[in-house]
């Protein structure tokens, strides 16, 4: 399976409206601290955006929603992974992405038939507080070496400049969140992205 080489991450369809006219192919919605009705009409609002476009959204977190609206992915860290109902999840069709940060987040990662595999911070990042340090390259290189074909997702403290790094250490697909959405103009640091990773 392949998927487009980058990954924009976004908490608001107001941000699919500026990237998706741009030739975004990929999207996470990763939509934070909202009253769950706020959180269905806002991943209702922005799978309508994305299946119009014709790009791939994923779900982060929020399985359930996920099963109702119809979506393809969803995005599950290790914690979502203790109360997600998997088998709910392939049964409706959908397909995972996991997070993972050391061997035996990989393990498990694995032993659920994923989607792909999302390995970070491979930079130090700011979007959050982790109890991980910087991953590194080498470490990029050692998780493609054991997952063979299954997409590897490089996330944290991604910029254009380090992208060409991540592709060449074995990342298949590279993520950004605040290098887009911090930027003084998003639009043009888009297109950077696009073109970079064409």
């Not at 192919?25 to 119009?52: F, H, Y």
Request: aromatic share 6%; glycine share 8%.
């Amino acid at each position: 399976m392949s998927l487009p080489r980058f990954y924009p991450i976004f908490d608001h369809p107001d941000w699919l409206r500026r990237a998706l006219p741009l030739g975004v192919k990929l999207v996470q919605m990763r939509i934070k601290d909202r009253p769950e009705a706020d959180l269905r009409d806002l991943l209702r609002e922005s799978a309508g955006l994305c299946r119009d476009a014709g790009v791939v959204m994923v779900v982060n977190d929020h399985w359930q929603i996920a099963i109702d609206l119809g979506c393809d992915w969803v995005h599950l860290g290790q914690e979502d992974l203790d109360t997600a109902d998997l088998e709910a999840i392939r049964a409706a069709g959908i397909k995972t992405g996991i997070s993972t940060h050391d061997e035996a987040e990989l393990e498990r990662a694995l032993a659920c038939a994923p989607g792909y595999i999302a390995l970070g911070p491979v930079w130090p990042t700011i979007l959050k507080k982790m109890k991980w340090h910087e991953q590194g390259l080498d470490r990029v290189r050692a998780w493609k070496d054991r997952i063979g074909d299954i997409p590897l997702i490089a996330i944290g403290g991604l910029s254009v400049a380090r992208a060409p790094q991540a592709f060449a250490a074995g990342a298949d697909v590279v993520s950004a969140v605040t290098d887009i959405t911090l930027h003084s103009t998003p639009e043009n640091r888009l297109r950077d992205w696009l073109e970079a990773t064409a």
